[in-house]
C-alpha cells in the first residue's frame, strides 16, 4: 500500500513537471516562434530591398538557437537524442561585405536552415496543441471540482450551468458527479503530459535531426578535417625527428668517430693523449645514446611494445613523483595505433598531474567498456585545469579524433581533475589481464 | 667464474664475449634466443647470467621473464639484465622474489668496463646492481607513504646508493662521509623500514625492494 502511496506521488510528480514544460511549448510558439516566421517572410520579401541581406542572417541564426533549445528540451526532458545538423562555417574572406554574403550563402545552402524554416512553420501549431492540452485538461479539472461545489454552497447556481457532461446541473448528485469528472479530467492531463512532451520530442526529431546526407556531410568534413590535421602531425613529427638525429645522434657519432681517428694517430706518439681522446669518445657514444633513447621513447616506447598498453601505463605511472594508483581491465590488445595514441594520452595527462596539479596522488583506470577503450587519470591537485592553458591536451585531443576518440576534461576550481578519454575500437587475442595497484 | 649470455644481436655478443673472457670469466654458452637461455640457465647452473631483455622469438620483453622463470626453478641464480632502456616495472619485477643477486643496468654502462666488471661481479655474488638511471627517478619521487617517508633525505640518498650496488666505502666516498657514518644511515633505514636483523646482503635487498615499490 505504501509502495502504491509512492508510485502515485512520483507519477503526480512527473506528470505536474511534465505539465509545466509543456506550458512553455506554447509560450516559445507564440512568443518567439510566430515572430520569428513573420521575420522570414519579411526577410525574404525585403532582400530585394537590401535590408533582408542583414535580417535574412539574424533571422536565421535566431532560427538555429530556438531549434537547439528544443533538441535539448528532446534530450533533458523526453530522452530523445537530437544531433545538430547545421554544416560547419566556411573559410570566411576578410572583406565586410564580401564576409556577409558569404555567411547568407553558408546558411541558405544548407539543407538544415530549410528543414528549420518547415519545423518553425509546424512548430507553432504543434507546440501550442501538445503543450497546451496537459494543463487546460488539468485547469478544466480543476474548475469542476471547485467551481460547481462553491455555486451550489452558496446557492447561486444559475439555471442551466453545467460541467462536462452533466448539463444542465439540478441536484446535488450532479454536482459530485461533475467533481468526480473533475478530479478524472486532472489524472487523465498528468498521465497524458509526459506522453505529449514526447510526441512532441519525436515530431521535433522529424525535422530537426540530421537527415542521413547531412549526417554523412558532417562525417565527411570531420574526416577531412582530421586527416589534414594527422598528415600535417606526421610531417612535422618526422620533421622533428629528422633534426634530433641530425643534431643529435649523428653529430655525435662523427665526433666519435673524430676522437677515435685521431687516438689511433697519436696511439704511438703520445698514449695519454690518445687515452684522454678515448675517454672523450666513450662519453660522446654515451650521449649519442642516451639521446637515441629518448628519440625511441617518443616514437614509441619500447614499454608499449614490450608489455602492451597495460604494462606501459603501469611503467608511466610507476616513473610519477608521486602515488598513482593504476587500475588496468583489458580483456585483449587493441590495435597498435590505438595503444599508441592512448599511451601519449595518459602520458600527456599524467605529466600535467605531476608538473601542474600540485596533487599529492592520483589514480589512473584503463577499462574497455565493450566498443570503446576508456582511460580515467583524475588527481586529488587545485583544478582549474583547461584545454586552452597550453597543457598539451589540446594536442591529445586532434589525436583521439583522428581516431573517432574524444577527450573530456573535468576541473573545477579546487580540484579534483579529471581528464576521460575514449577510443572506439575492437581488441584482438583475448586474454584476461586484469591488474590493480598503486605504484 | 662461469657465465651464460644471452644476446641476439652477434656484434655485441661477441663484444661481451671478448670483454667478460679479458676479465677471466668463463662464458660457458652464449645464446641468442630465449627458449635456449632458459635451458642454458637450468643445465649450466652458471655463477652468473648476462640477458639482454629483448631476444627473439617475439622481441619483446623475453630475457626479462626468462630471467624471471629461471630464477623461480633456480632460486637465487644471479641476473644481471641489460636492456636500452630502464622501467622501474622491470626493476621490481626482477627483485620481488627477494632472493638478491640480481642486476638491471642500461647497456650503455658497458663502455665504463671496469664499473660493468663490478657489477657483474657484484651480482654474482648476491648484491644487487641497479642502474643510475632507474634510481635518480626514484629520488625524485615524494612520497608521503609509510614507511619511506619516514626517511631524511641523507637516507634516501643513501638508500639509493645502496640500490646502485654500491658499498659502503663506496657511498661514504661519494657522500664525503665516514663509513662509520654511512653504517649508521644504513642502520637506520633497517629501522625505520621494519627489516629485522639478519643477513645483511639480504637486507640490503629487502631496502632496496621496498624502495622501488614506494
Not at chain 2, 41 to 52: G, K, S, Y
Not at chain 2, 165 to 179: H, Q
Request: proline share 6%.
Amino acid at each position: 500500500m505504501a509502495e502504491f502511496g509512492d508510485d502515485l506521488r512520483s507519477g503526480v510528480r512527473h506528470g505536474a513537471v511534465a505539465t509545466v514544460r509543456g506550458l512553455a511549448l506554447p509560450v516559445l510558439a507564440l512568443a518567439l516562434g510566430l515572430p520569428l516566421f513573420l521575420a522570414w517572410v519579411l526577410s525574404s520579401v525585403l532582400v530585394v530591398a537590401g535590408i533582408g541581406l542583414v535580417l535574412l542572417p539574424l533571422t536565421i541564426v535566431a532560427t538555429r538557437n530556438l531549434a537547439t533549445l528544443h533538441r535539448r528540451f528532446a534530450t533533458e526532458w523526453s530522452g530523445v537524442a537530437i544531433a545538430v545538423p547545421y554544416r560547419p562555417a566556411p573559410a570566411y574572406s576578410r572583406f565586410g561585405p564580401r564576409r556577409a554574403w558569404q555567411r547568407v550563402r553558408w546558411m541558405l545552402r544548407d539543407p538544415a536552415t530549410w528543414r528549420d524554416l518547415l519545423w518553425l512553420l509546424a512548430e507553432v501549431p504543434v507546440g501550442l496543441v501538445l503543450g497546451l492540452f496537459p494543463g487546460a485538461a488539468i485547469a478544466t479539472g480543476i474548475e469542476g471540482i471547485v467551481v460547481p461545489q462553491l455555486l451550489w454552497t452558496l446557492g447561486v447556481l444559475p439555471n442551466g450551468f453545467g460541467f462536462g457532461t452533466i448539463w444542465p446541473i439540478r441536484t446535488h448528485t450532479d454536482v459530485w458527479l461533475a467533481v468526480g469528472e473533475g478530479v478524472l479530467l486532472v489524472l487523465v492531463g498528468l498521465l497524458v503530459a509526459p506522453w505529449m512532451l514526447r510526441v512532441h520530442a519525436l515530431f521535433a526529431r522529424l525535422l530537426l535531426a540530421p537527415t542521413r546526407k547531412a549526417e554523412l556531410v558532417l562525417r565527411v568534413s570531420h574526416l577531412t578535417r582530421t586527416r589534414t590535421e594527422t598528415v600535417d602531425a606526421q610531417a612535422a613529427e618526422l620533421r622533428r625527428i629528422e633534426r634530433d638525429l641530425h643534431d643529435g645522434a649523428q653529430a655525435r657519432l662523427v665526433a666519435l668517430s673524430m676522437s677515435i681517428g685521431l687516438a689511433e694517430d697519436l696511439i704511438t706518439r703520445d698514449p695519454e693523449g690518445a687515452r684522454a681522446l678515448l675517454v672523450e669518445a666513450r662519453r660522446s657514444s654515451g650521449e649519442a645514446l642516451s639521446e637515441l633513447r629518448d628519440l625511441v621513447a617518443g616514437i614509441h616506447p619500447p614499454v608499449l611494445a614490450e608489455r602492451g598498453l597495460d604494462g606501459a601505463v603501469r611503467a608511466l605511472a610507476m616513473a610519477l613523483p608521486i602515488p598513482v594508483e593504476t587500475d588496468v581491465d583489458l580483456p585483449g590488445r587493441p590495435q597498435a595505433p590505438v595503444e599508441s595514441a592512448l599511451y601519449f594520452a595518459a602520458a600527456e595527462a599524467l605529466t600535467n598531474v605531476a608538473k601542474h596539479s600540485g596533487a599529492s596522488a592520483a589514480r589512473v583506470r584503463l577499462e574497455y567498456t565493450g566498443t570503446h577503450l576508456r582511460l580515467a587519470v583524475q588527481d586529488t591537485g587545485r583544478g582549474g585545469a583547461s584545454l586552452d592553458a597550453g597543457t598539451g591536451l589540446r594536442g591529445v585531443a586532434r589525436r583521439l579524433s583522428a581516431l573517432d576518440g574524444t577527450l573530456a576534461l573535468s576541473s573545477p576550481p579546487d580540484g579534483p581533475t579529471v581528464v576521460l578519454m575514449e577510443i572506439p575500437c575492437v581488441l584482438s587475442s583475448p586474454k584476461t589481464s586484469r591488474s590493480s595497484e598503486t605504484a | 667464474m662461469r657465465v651464460v649470455l644471452a644476446e641476439d644481436l652477434a656484434l655485441l655478443r661477441d663484444g661481451l664475449i671478448r670483454l667478460l673472457s679479458a676479465y677471466d670469466f668463463d662464458v660457458v654458452e652464449a645464446v641468442d634466443n630465449a627458449p635456449s637461455l632458459l635451458r642454458a640457465l637450468t643445465t649450466h647452473r652458471p655463477d652468473v647470467a648476462v640477458i639482454d631483455v629483448r631476444l627473439p622469438p617475439t622481441f619483446t620483453d623475453e630475457g626479462l621473464r626468462a630471467a624471471i622463470q629461471a630464477r623461480a626453478e633456480v632460486p637465487g641464480l644471479p641476473v644481471l639484465v641489460l636492456s636500452q632502456h630502464v622501467e622501474q616495472l622491470y626493476a621490481r619485477e626482477l627483485l620481488s622474489d627477494r632472493a638478491g643477486g640480481v642486476g638491471y643496468l642500461l647497456k650503455d654502462r658497458v663502455s665504463h668496463v671496469g664499473q660493468f666488471v663490478d657489477s657483474v661481479r657484484r651480482v654474482a655474488a648476491g648484491g644487487t646492481a641497479m642502474d643510475p638511471e632507474v634510481v635518480s627517478r626514484l629520488l625524485a619521487r615524494r612520497t608521503a607513504d609509510e614507511p619511506l617517508g619516514r626517511l631524511t633525505p641523507r637516507e634516501r640518498e643513501v638508500l639509493g646508493l645502496m640500490a646502485e650496488g654500491r658499498s659502503n666505502a663506496a657511498i661514504a666516498g661519494r657522500l664525503f662521509v665516514t663509513e662509520k657514518a654511512v653504517g649508521k644511515h644504513i642502520n637506520n633505514i633497517f629501522g625505520k623500514l621494519g627489516l629485522p636483523p639478519s643477513e645483511d646482503d639480504n637486507r640490503r635487498v629487502l631496502a632496496v625492494l621496498a624502495y622501488l615499490n614506494g
